[in-house]
């Protein structure tokens, strides 16, 4: 689960923002991205419903299952910048500053994990509720990456919640900390399907979880700066809202 933002351009170049401050907050996107990966993988093997079908089986599973998220993280991300990557093709799979999209990568994880869950005798159901909470421990993780690299950013606010934080330049603001309420959001979600016994069928923790991150998204995306792709992130998140909710209907009929 990546983070999103805008394409970084001073002038006709992307910036790089070349100081030490702003490689040490890139860094710590990638790092963050990566311990968030590697926890999610290892939590989400502690779960009732990976034990049930094989901590082993899942990791190697969720493990699998993540470079494809990844890769559609990013072909999301490019398609809601086509006219900044149809000018600059060579940046496409550039990734030092971010720019993904998490919809993409689930959207294709989901997808690619058909095949692979039937090939591996592994639940479908079932696989997506431990998988879930890997999806909200690498969320936790990355969102909090995502408010050091500035991307993800909210709007700038003179309000008390409103935090000290950078955009993709390094630049630093007093903001509306959306990054930091996507990982709070996460960190309660999280709790909630631990502490919760039982479920009232197989799916239900990863569909319940889907439909509320959409509800969320459709609250923060408009105090998030993203002029571009807001319309189609705001037009996926009511798509899977509405499918989350009509699978949990027919799964409980």
């Given at each position: 689960?990546?983070?999103?933002?805008?394409?970084?351009?001073?002038?006709?170049?992307?910036?790089?923002?070349?100081?030490?401050?702003?490689?040490?907050?890139?860094?710590?996107?990638?790092?963050?991205?990566?311990?968030?990966?590697?926890?999610?993988?290892?939590?989400?093997?502690?779960?009732?419903?990976a034990?049930?079908?094989?901590?082993?089986?899942f990791?190697?599973?969720a493990?699998?299952?993540?470079?494809p998220?990844?890769?559609?993280?990013r072909i999301?991300?490019?398609?809601?910048?086509?006219g900044?990557?149809?000018?600059r093709?060579?940046?496409i799979?550039?990734r030092?500053?971010?720019?993904?999209?998490?919809?993409?990568?689930?959207?294709?994880?989901?997808?690619?994990?058909?095949?692979l869950?039937?090939?591996?005798?592994v639940?479908?159901?079932?696989?997506?509720?431990?998988?879930?909470v890997?999806?909200?421990?690498g969320?936790?993780?990355?969102?909090?990456?995502?408010s050091?690299?500035?991307?993800?950013?909210?709007?700038?606010?003179?309000?008390?919640?409103?935090?000290?934080?950078?955009?993709?330049?390094?630049?630093?603001?007093?903001?509306?900390?959306?990054?930091?309420?996507?990982?709070?959001?996460?960190?309660?979600?999280?709790?909630?399907?631990?502490l919760?016994?039982?479920?009232?069928?197989?799916?239900?923790?990863?569909v319940?979880?889907v439909?509320?991150?959409?509800?969320?998204?459709?609250?923060?995306?408009?105090?998030r700066?993203?002029?571009?792709?807001?319309?189609?992130?705001?037009?996926?998140?009511?798509?899977?809202?509405?499918?989350a909710?009509?699978?949990?209907?027919?799964?409980?009929t």
């Amino acid at each position: 689960m990546s983070g999103a933002g805008p394409p970084v351009v001073l002038g006709s170049h992307e910036a790089p923002c070349g100081t030490g401050l702003r490689r040490l907050q890139r860094s710590a996107y990638r790092w963050f991205l990566a311990a968030g990966c590697s926890f999610g993988v290892v939590v989400g093997a502690l779960t009732p419903s990976a034990q049930s079908i094989g901590a082993s089986r899942f990791a190697l599973a969720a493990a699998v299952l993540i470079a494809p998220a990844l890769v559609g993280s990013r072909i999301w991300f490019v398609v809601l910048h086509q006219g900044f990557f149809r000018r600059r093709p060579g940046l496409i799979w550039q990734r030092d500053d971010g720019g993904s999209a998490l919809y993409g990568g689930l959207l294709l994880a989901v997808v690619l994990s058909i095949p692979l869950l039937q090939w591996a005798r592994v639940p479908f159901w079932t696989f997506w509720d431990a998988a879930t909470v890997t999806m909200l421990v690498g969320l936790i993780f990355t969102r909090v990456g995502c408010s050091l690299n500035g991307c993800c950013r909210g709007v700038t606010t003179t309000k008390w919640f409103g935090l000290r934080l950078p955009d993709e330049r390094g630049h630093w603001e007093r903001r509306v900390p959306t990054q930091l309420l996507e990982a709070a959001w996460a960190a309660i979600a999280l709790a909630l399907v631990e502490l919760t016994d039982g479920q009232p069928f197989a799916g239900f923790a990863f569909v319940a979880v889907v439909a509320s991150y959409a509800a969320v998204r459709l609250l923060l995306d408009p105090i998030r700066v993203e002029p571009v792709g807001r319309h189609a992130n705001r037009v996926a998140s009511m798509a899977l809202l509405f499918a989350a909710v009509l699978v949990c209907l027919v799964r409980l009929t």
